[in-house]
């Protein structure tokens, strides 16, 4: 019976039919206008949310009590049956929730693999590190996903060689089918009107442009993405996944982690569409793998390191980094300032879209934010608020382990800083931008470039003992001209490029 279930309160990541134990079962969805009010999250992101939560709302009918309140302890308070609740995304919805005495909180799902699987593969690793590849390949193992019995299927488990191609030659697109694109309603009018009012009546403010709803926010427009991407967008997927091209801002990219992260598909469905179109010869196993890859690695890892780790592992700042994230880039380059092609096309890509693809986030924008020496829980909390798809868990660890190298190699066996001549190669930008990829001196000196050099020469001590870093550090020391490299870009320091 529904109601011996008891009525499960769904947040707003919790929104797909897996986070119900039954499909009639009552359920309490919240809508708190005050978590948009702490800080200046992107607008596409908060439209997305609200969109997402209100369509599920009146899909459910009467079977959810919908409550728009300030507060969730508000909301809660107009509640006087106990709650279930599935293990929620974030250290602070945890504690929150296991403070409620009338809620019962379950374990969380939503991935692929559970916090007890990730606690026993860590437990059997002793002293050695917890490495992404090692987790997916005993992932794969264990869930049979991409296996041929004990092989991988294509008789390797790593593609990533033929996934990193630079963009196709002369070309400002890469070709791919468009991606899907749903269709605003009437819930999505009402949002929008909403949130112009709270913006005006200055409760609110956000960052980025408003325009169109570009992600899925309810299960049957999810299910058509990902249908739409596996169809016709995964067969392209791979050999250009790490290229960047300015006219292109989607390239083959899925762009299903909006979904995903809301709740609305089970990974597990979308690992298994994607290996279906390997198995029925439609999509090649490079791109299939690249994409498993994505969600069973990069995503199942993300979450379990961010529970796995203790609570301050989000203050470190293992290079003291130590300058303020700056205006122009809190604002998204929203008055045109910078000149570099390629943080500029990166910046304007957030800034319409409320997204941008790995590359960009990791080897443009998080590279920059590196070399500049930017704090990494501020960088952190930009990545979270910008992106329709960042939550507290992908970006902790993504940001302070993966992007700025600031829990001391505990994720990344070398920081992600890369000069002008790794974007050149990746992407079209370096053609049209005032800068020169070549250049360290000067004012043609490309930042990037230069960047790379001082942020080496500024942390060569730090990075010593690295030695994936050996080479480059012993190239800083016989430098042709590293003194005006870094004294330039001390003075360059945080100004718009
Ligand atoms: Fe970016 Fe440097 Fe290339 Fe300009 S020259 S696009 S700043 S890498």
């Known amino acids: 019976m529904a109601d011996d ?23 309490l969805l919240v809508e708190s206008r005050n978590a948009f009010a702490r800080r200046r999250f992107h607008r596409q992101k908060a439209h997305l949310v609200l969109s997402a939560l209100r369509h599920r709302a009146v899909e459910l009918g009467r079977q959810a009590r919908f409550v728009q309140a300030d507060t969730y302890t508000a909301a809660l308070a107009q509640i006087d049956e106990p709650l279930t609740v599935c293990g929620p995304t974030t250290h602070a919805a945890q504690r929150f929730v296991e403070r409620q005495e009338s809620v019962t909180v379950l374990p969380a799902r939503g991935f692929v693999t559970s916090r007890a699987d990730f606690a026993n593969w860590a437990a059997n690793r002793g002293r050695r590190r917890l490495l992404l590849e090692d987790f997916y390949r005993d992932v794969r193992v264990r869930r049979e996903i ?60 956000f960052v980025g442009s408003d325009g169109p709803r570009r992600f899925a926010v309810t299960r049957s427009e999810a299910l058509s993405a990902l249908q739409h991407f596996v169809e016709h967008r995964l067969p392209v997927f791979g050999a250009h996944e790490d290229a960047m091209l300015a006219g292109d801002d989607w390239m083959a990219h899925s762009l299903l982690s909006a979904p995903l992260n809301l709740g609305l598909l089970d990974p597990l469905e979308v690992v298994e569409a994607a290996e279906e179109s390997y198995r029925s010869g439609h999509a090649p196993i490079a791109a299939v793998e690249g994409f498993v890859r994505q969600i069973i690695g990069w995503r199942d890892w993300t979450w379990h390191l961010y529970w796995h780790f203790d609570q301050e ?67 952190t909390d930009w990545f979270h608020r910008s992106f329709v798809d960042g939550y507290d868990w992908v970006m902790v660890t993504n940001v302070v382990g993966m992007s700025q190298h600031a829990d001391g190699g505990l ?49 060569a001590e730090r990075l010593r003992d690295n030695h994936r870093l050996a080479r480059p550090l012993k190239q800083l020391e016989t430098l042709e001209g590293i003194e005006e490299v870094v004294l330039q870009e001390h003075d360059r320091g945080s100004e718009a490029p």
């Open 313 to 379: 592992y989000r203050t470190r700042n293992a290079l003291n980094a130590r300058r303020h994230v700056p205006d122009w880039f809190q604002d998204l380059d929203a008055e045109g300032n910078v000149q570099a092609r390629c943080l500029s096309e990166s910046l304007r890509g957030v800034r319409e879209n409320g997204w941008a693809h790995h590359i960009q986030r990791l080897m443009i924008l998080g590279n920059y934010a590196l070399q500049r020496g930017w704090r990494p829980d501020q960088v």
């Open 411 to 459: 994720l990344a066996t070398k920081p992600y800083a890369a000069g002008g001549a790794y974007i050149n190669k990746m992407s079209d930008y370096c053609g049209s931008c005032p800068y020169d990829p070549k250049v360290r001196v000067g004012p043609d000196a490309c930042p990037f470039s230069a960047g790379y050099w001082w942020f080496l020469s500024r942390n």
């Open 5 to 27: 279930l008891g009525r499960r309160w769904l947040f707003a990541d919790q929104l797909g039919p897996h986070f119900l134990d039954q499909l009639r079962q009552p359920v």
């Open 146 to 205: 991409l296996m041929d019995g004990t092989t991988p299927a294509g008789g390797r488990w790593n593609f990533d060689h033929d996934n990193r191609q630079p963009p196709p030659r002369g070309s400002s697109r890469l070709g791919a089918p468009d991606p899907w694109w749903p269709e605003e309603d009437e819930i999505d009018v009402q949002v929008r009107d909403d949130l112009d009012r709270w913006e005006r009546d200055d409760s609110v403010g």
